[in-house]
Structures are given as structure tokens and as C-alpha cells.
């Protein structure tokens, strides 16, 4: 079982910048992708970015170049640097790992970016 804790959100004003992490404890392996997701109010989660234990990452188009990835494997944590934030980046950001065909969730961090 894997128990995954979110912290960093909030609100920010557009322009700005957060820096979001999440903690996973339990049985992590190499296998393991980690990544964020995220959903706005009347919109269906969409991916933020994810990284494998080896630093490979993917990113969602509409954070490309401005949103960056890590992780830290000896303290099962991954990060989620978000910066010139939009307006349009508002929503609650999830958590997320990935075994194979098992997915493991957060419960969500809010993140508000105000014009």
C-alpha cells in the first residue's frame, strides 16, 4: 500500500510562482512513476507532468516551459516547481503513482492564481 501526502499549495497572483511537493510512503520501486495531475472545477483531471525513478519527464502542453519536475528518491518525494503562473492553472493538483496498472492517489492540494 502507498499513502501519498500533497503540501505546498495555496494562492497566488498570476505572474507568481508555488513549488508543490508530495511525500510517498510505503512500498516505493523503481517501477514507480510519480507525477501531478490536476482538475478544475467542471473540467476532467488532466496530467501536469510525471517522472520516473530514472528522471525521464513528461510534461502537459500547457505547462511546458514553465513548470518543472523532481524527485527525490531517497525521500520518496517528488516536487512540482510551477512558475508565471495563469489564471487557467487554478484547480486542485493531485498526486499520483503509477505501478504498472495500479494508480495511487493524493488527496489533492488547492492552488489559486488570481489576475
Known amino acids: 500500500q502507498v499513502h501519498l501526502v500533497e503540501s505546498g499549495g495555496g494562492w497566488v497572483q498570476a505572474g507568481g510562482s508555488l513549488r508543490l511537493s508530495c511525500a510517498a510512503s510505503g512500498s516505493i520501486t523503481s517501477v514507480d512513476v510519480m507525477g501531478w495531475y490536476r482538475q478544475a472545477p467542471g473540467k476532467q483531471r488532466e496530467l501536469v507532468a510525471h517522472i520516473s525513478s530514472g528522471g525521464s519527464t513528461n510534461y502537459g502542453d500547457s505547462v511546458k516551459g514553465r513548470f518543472t519536475i523532481s524527485r527525490d528518491n531517497a525521500k520518496n518525494t517528488v516536487y512540482l516547481q510551477m512558475n508565471s503562473l495563469k489564471p487557467e492553472d487554478t484547480g486542485v493538483y493531485y498526486c499520483?503513482?503509477?505501478?504498472?496498472?495500479?494508480?495511487?492517489w493524493g488527496q489533492g492540494t488547492q492552488v489559486t492564481v488570481s489576475s
Open positions: 499520483n503513482l503509477a505501478r504498472r496498472i495500479v494508480a495511487y
